[in-house]
């Protein structure tokens, strides 16, 4: 999870961190068991006429705990943190793919109009990849300041399991051709497409869907009979099919920079993935197949191939895991030094009307819709600590269905 990393790196660098997000989702324990302190958020997943009212009580979220900061993470929170800005802070936005990909038509067109308007009131954007930061600029986004924090994993929270014993602890079979899609259920992750390869290419093969089904809109009734449908318990258990597979399959239509495609690569499992942002930057030195978004028939040819292949591709993927994960921990220290001079920098050239506590500690807090991939985070002032265990502001109020605008950007 992308913001749990960025709780790690910050402690890494001596932040505080308070994570803002509504309760009953994933981020809550992952941000905590990360080090950081949280803070109760109620927001929805989508835009709607409840935005206004969770962009007000994020905006009283930031007062009580008084940040240095404020890092915005993905559409919703992006929506909420912009919409409203009763905070004189600096603010960092990172939108984990771009909201104007998730939508077509006039709503595509209204959420690329709002993010060129919101780009000017972040102090800076930062990108999750290169072709991240490369589309916003195309499509016409005029920041402060552009930053590109790659996406990356901790390669210490990957289990240090090969595809035997993997298997062994998940109780598969040896030698059964297993092919795995680590993602949520989802239009953006294309599992659809993947259906319709695997109905063409009938392979000889169990496929396996691991992740959330929050967002499947009817996706699962069109999955060929025999597909396992998996929601793990946790992370590790997610890793775990990851590493136990012939084939990680991410038939994204879009993307920043996929997290599990990196764990999968850094576990020694031969990736095939679409052609969309940061797939190649991802998988650079891995026998992965790159191949074009919603294409069923390139898709199921290289499947096809590619079981055919497993003892090779697995191989290959074996040896060409250390380098990734050297790669990946390389990256990592030096995204939390980056994260931590960006910071720095901004606090500098923003003077605050809002008095500091304490000079010598500061925070960090998060926010994000429970339903969606939709984030925030802020650096704080620390408060004294008598308060840091008062309960959370309360900011209860209904979230109704969302009517659409801007939709939640992406996520694993």
């Avoid at 009580?57 to 705990?65: F, I, N, Y």
């Avoid at 931590?340 to 901004?346: G, I, K, P, V």
Wanted: positive net charge; glycine residues 8%; proline residues 8%.
């Amino acid at each position: 999870m992308a913001v749990a990393g960025y709780v790690k790196m910050l402690a890494a660098e001596g932040w505080d961190t308070v994570v803002a997000c509504p309760p009953g989702g994933e981020l809550a324990d992952a941000a905590e068991a990360a080090g950081a302190r949280w803070v109760r958020w109620d927001a929805s997943r989508g835009p709607g006429p409840s935005s206004l009212r969770e962009a007000r009580a994020l905006a009283r979220v930031v007062e009580q705990v008084r940040p240095d900061v404020v890092h915005l993470h993905s559409s919703k929170a992006g929506l909420a943190g912009r919409l409203v800005r009763g905070h004189e802070v600096p603010v960092v936005f990172t939108p984990h793919a771009w909201s104007w990909l998730g939508a077509t038509g006039p709503v595509s067109v209204a959420a690329l109009g709002w993010e060129r308007l919101a780009a000017g009131r972040a102090s800076a954007v930062m990108c999750g990849a290169a072709d991240e930061a490369r589309a916003g600029r195309a499509a016409g986004l005029s920041a402060a300041r552009w930053e590109v924090l790659t996406n990356v994993v901790d390669v210490d929270d990957l289990p240090p399991v090969g595809r035997h014993a993997a298997r062994g602890e998940l109780g598969l079979a040896p030698t059964r051709p297993l092919v795995v899609c680590p993602a949520r259920v989802s239009h953006q992750k294309g599992q659809d497409t993947l259906f319709e390869a695997w109905r063409r290419a009938a392979p000889e093969a169990q496929l396996v869907l691991v992740g959330s089904m929050a967002g499947d809109d009817g996706i699962l009734a069109t999955a060929p009979p025999g597909t396992i449908v998996v929601t793990p318990r946790s992370r590790t258990e997610a890793l775990l099919w990851c590493a136990a597979a012939d084939l990680v399959v991410a038939p994204s239509r879009y993307e920043t920079l996929s997290l599990a495609v990196l764990e999968a690569a850094a576990m020694g499992a031969p990736v095939l993935a679409s052609d969309v942002g940061g797939m190649r930057e991802a998988l650079v030195g891995t026998p992965a197949s790159i191949l074009p978004p919603e294409d069923a028939g390139a898709l199921a040819a290289t499947l096809t191939d590619a079981l055919a292949r497993r003892s090779e591709l697995a191989a290959a993927a074996e040896r060409s895991a250390p380098l990734v994960r050297r790669r990946l921990r390389s990256t990592w220290l030096a995204g939390a030094g980056q994260l931590d001079r960006l910071y720095r920098d901004l606090m500098t050239a923003h003077v605050s009307p809002v008095p500091s506590i304490s000079a010598l500690s500061r925070a960090a807090t998060t926010a994000v819709s429970a339903t969606s991939p939709s984030r925030l985070r802020i650096p704080a002032r620390p408060t004294p600590r008598h308060h840091d265990r008062t309960t959370s502001p309360d900011v209860h109020h209904p979230a109704p269905v969302s009517s659409g605008a801007v939709p939640a950007g992406g996520s694993r």
